[in-house]
């Protein structure tokens, strides 16, 4: 049994170079979205390729982990429900903190909410649990063989990291978060630290994770880095779409 990741997207918001923050996890044959941006799809066919999953698509996905609604993250869930819902006629289970789930349907809402059917363009009424199945937790869930732990960050937005466990094998996830020894203690133990890295007060500066004990760098990967970021002189490696990692 091993946990393994891909990642879909490693870049920031403002990216021009790379796709945002999105990882694809699998453990015993079974796969976990972490985020959703735009355009999942193309993120999914172009990187699960590149991996080794040459089929990997929406319907792969026994749900969808969401860190936070910022669109680098969450951009994709309008494209999400509705693919789960007309095309593969189920809904799309979504795991999250209730302070990020609270935020999720009126933001959606918008575009989802009623739509014009048919040559008489009948306005359908929709609601969040016709295209969602949300769960919320505040502590620990389960999904298939995943077992997922959250804890709030110091981020602009209401925001979870994560430590997921499958196969024996865990991982953590800062997700978006100011630098905080307390969060890096939380994921410490993992044995793989996949931390952002950016500039601002809601980021974790790159020399603030550089003067990590070596050990715990050494299990430490980056994500959500600016284009600008010096890849090849970073001392903890930063992750590259479509690279396939084993826990
Ligand atoms: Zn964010």
Redesign the pocket.
Known sequence: MTLSLIPLGVGD?FSALHYSACLALQAEGKWLLVDCPHPIRKMLRENGRRAGAPNLDVGSFEGLVLT?L?A??ASGIEGWGFFHHFVLRRRAIVLTHPWVARDLWPGLAPSMGVLARGPERTKTAYKEEDFFEVRTFVDQTTLGPFTIRCRTTW???P?VALRIEAGGRTLGYSA?TAFDPSLIEWLSDADLIVHETNLGG?HTPYEKLASLDPELRARMRLIAFPDSFDRDASVIAPLVEGERVTL
């Open positions: 918001a936070h910022h680098d993250h981020h602009h937005i925001t978006d809601a």
